[in-house]
């Protein structure tokens, strides 16, 4: 997600092959559970956490746009989180995270407008609170699950959904 000469060496290899789905994936989490309080945070920390989670994830779609407009039904899939809402911001701190998952999200939903005429959907989808190295392993959803609802929502996903920020399972999830 950060090495840009990767992703255009990506892009070339497709070639004159179709994409019709990109999953964005990318995440890391260096403040996390909020470690990095006002007056000692990491701001080296957070620029990485933006590259990673919020530029990473634009810079991969636009390099392969070439093979998803040769798709039938491609989709752009951005995996978010719930936490780059700005609306349920109900406590302190895990700045660079939230920020950069609403960031990822802001731009992600501007290229839905963007794309939506080239007939490539984008969809923002939180995982749910997965058990995973991230997540913990006493967490309520399994990998598993998770995947399986992305999937589903992949595959019942209209243009006119296009940049919907919704969890795994379907529902709504507030801006």
Known sequence: MTAPTQITALAQA??????DLLVNNAGVYFDR??????????????????????????????????PLSRSARPLVLAITSHMGSTTDIAAPRDYAYRSSKAA?????????????????????VHPGWVRTRMGGADV????????????????????GQSGRFLRYDGTALPW
């Not at 497709?14 to 994409?19: A, F, I, K, R």
């Not at 007056?39 to 590259?51: H, K, L, N, S």
């Not at 990822?104 to 923002?124: D, F, K, T, Y």
């Not at 309520?140 to 243009?159: D, H, N």
């Open 33 to 66: 559970w909020g470690q990095d309080p006002v007056g000692r945070i990491d701001y080296a920390a957070w620029e990485a956490t933006f590259r990673v989670n919020t530029l990473g994830p634009m810079r991969v779609t636009e390099a392969l746009l070439a």
């Open 104 to 124: 990822l999200n802001a731009a992600m939903r501007g290229l839905a407008h963007e794309l939506s005429p080239r007939g490539i959907g984008v969809l923002l």
């Open 140 to 159: 309520p959803v399994t990998p598993e699950e998770s995947v399986r609802g992305m999937l589903l929502l992949a595959e019942r996903c209209e243009l």
């Open 14 to 19: 497709l070639g004159e092959d179709s994409l």
